[in-house]
T-cell receptor, first 113, second 115 residues
Framework: AQSVSQHNHHVILSEAASLELGCNYS??????LFWYVQYPGQHLQLLLK??????LVKGIKGFEAEFIKSKFSFNLRKPSVQWSDTAEYFC???????????FGAGTRLTVKP | DAGITQSPRHKVTETGTPVTLRCHQT?????MYWYRQDPGHGLRLIHY???????DKGEVSDGYSVSRSKTEDFLLTLESATSSQTSVYFC??????????????FGQGTRLTVV
């Protein structure tokens, strides 16, 4: 069955620490991968996306993610987090074979000033 | 922000009553989705539509029905609301899917409480 797994439920970091959030998927065929962010009380906003080409993609606000096909992973990274990065982060996957779009359970990031 | 409007934004209803949530878009996108967001579960897909009168079930479709009679509107109906359907509901739209994929844009959400 198609699924998306995010390993970390809650991550707490101090400002300037480096961030890596894990995302693994179970999908057949060619996949398209996304990371979304949800700030408290707001709707989801796109951070970055991967459709094809360079597996290292850069998004907004200094975030990047690397697609590793052999590991079925699309981990999100940021070298130095800020207090304003406190939010919930969702990985999402879609394949070219279907129309739906599935999300992971989310990772709540708390950045301490 | 993408032109997506969800209504109502908040609703409290009693168990056993029918409830309809509306998602309206001004982008003329083909694909529309309904998700529910619950702590520990992230976003789970309820139903989606890939065109007028074309809909399909998602992961958690039991107890929900949808209709899309116009490109711009996608309605989610809880036929007989239960407390387990207390959640935040998000509508999303996408221009394309499959090859030539694009990302989804989300509405502001509807907080539904079933008492």
């Amino acid at each position: 069955a198609q699924s998306v797994s995010q390993h970390n439920h809650h991550v707490i970091l101090s400002e300037a620490a480096s961030l890596e959030l894990g995302c693994n998927y179970s999908y057949g065929g060619t996949v398209n991968l996304f990371w979304y962010v949800q700030y408290p009380g707001q709707h989801l906003q796109l951070l970055l996306k991967y459709f094809s080409g360079d597996p290292l993609v850069k998004g907004i606000k200094g975030f990047e993610a690397e697609f590793i096909k052999s590991k079925f992973s699309f981990n999100l990274r940021k070298p130095s987090v800020q207090w304003s990065d406190t939010a919930e982060y969702f990985c999402a996957v879609n394949s070219n074979n279907n129309n739906d779009m599935r999300f992971g359970a989310g990772t709540r990031l708390t950045v301490k000033p | 922000d993408a032109g997506i409007t969800q209504s109502p934004r908040h609703k409290v209803t009693e168990t056993g009553t029918p409830v309809t949530l509306r998602c309206h878009q001004t982008e003329n996108h083909r694909y529309m989705y309904w998700y529910r967001q619950d702590p520990g579960h992230g976003l789970r897909l309820i139903h989606y539509s890939y065109g007028v009168k074309d809909t399909d079930k998602g992961e958690v479709s039991d107890g929900y029905s949808v209709s899309r009679s116009k490109t711009e509107d996608f309605l989610l109906t809880l036929e007989s609301a239960t407390s387990s359907q207390t959640s935040v509901y998000f509508c999303a739209i996408r221009k394309t899917a499959g090859q030539g994929n694009t990302e989804a844009f989300f509405g502001q959400g509807t907080r539904l409480t079933v008492v």
